[in-house]
Structure formats: C-alpha cells, structure tokens
C-alpha cells in the first residue's frame, strides 16, 4: 500500500506544482501537468522502491536461486508502484478533461 501511496503522491504533488510553476511563467498550466504526470511514470516507480536496484537483485536471485516468496513480494512492490504511478497519472488526466469540459 506504501508503494501505490508514493507513486501516485509524486505523480500528483509534482504535476500540481509544475501547473503553479506554468502559471508564472505564463504557461498553460493543465497541459504542463499533463506532460510532467506522463515523463515521471518511471521516476515515480524508482522513488516508491527507495531508489536502489534491490528489488531487481531480489528478483535475479529468485530466478537464479530459486527464492520465490521474496521474488513474489518484490514483483507485488514493483506491481503496486506502477499501479499508484498509473493512478496518479489519471487522475491528472481526469483533471485535464474536467477543464476541457468546463471551458465549454
């Protein structure tokens, strides 16, 4: 749950405060956020894991030596940190159709 929360909590904290940076440089803010939610899918992932590549060492060696129900937790970390990723992402989305819609 920890992962899910911070993924999608990057996604979302920084969009919103690349939209405020837009809107003193002039900028439209809905579609700054929208690019920034979209080019930090990854970094969002990297920083729910704690930034370190030992989830993937777990996985070579659940592979290679055959550890299972450690490789099984890391593969349900990594899931749950793309998921909060994709979540954070849309709902940046949602925000953008939901000005769209209340422009016209």
């Known amino acids: 749950m920890y992962n ?7 996604i979302v904290g920084a969009s919103l405060f ?6 003193f440089m002039n ?3 809905i579609k700054t956020m929208a ?7 990854i970094w969002a992932v990297a920083v729910a894991l704690g ?5 993937l ?3 070579e060696q659940g592979i290679l030596k055959g550890e299972i129900r ?10 749950a940190a793309l998921a909060g990723a ?3 992402c849309g709902i940046i989305q949602l925000l953008k159709i939901c000005g769209a819609l209340w422009e016209k």
């Open 4 to 10: 899910f929360a911070i993924a999608c909590g990057v």
């Open 18 to 23: 690349a939209g405020m940076a837009a809107l």
């Open 27 to 29: 900028q439209p803010p």
């Open 35 to 41: 690019e920034v939610a979209a080019s930090l899918k």
């Open 51 to 55: 930034g370190t590549f030992s989830s």
């Open 57 to 59: 060492e777990v996985l």
């Open 70 to 79: 450690g490789m099984t937790k890391h593969v349900l970390y990594i899931s």
């Open 86 to 88: 994709n979540t954070g």
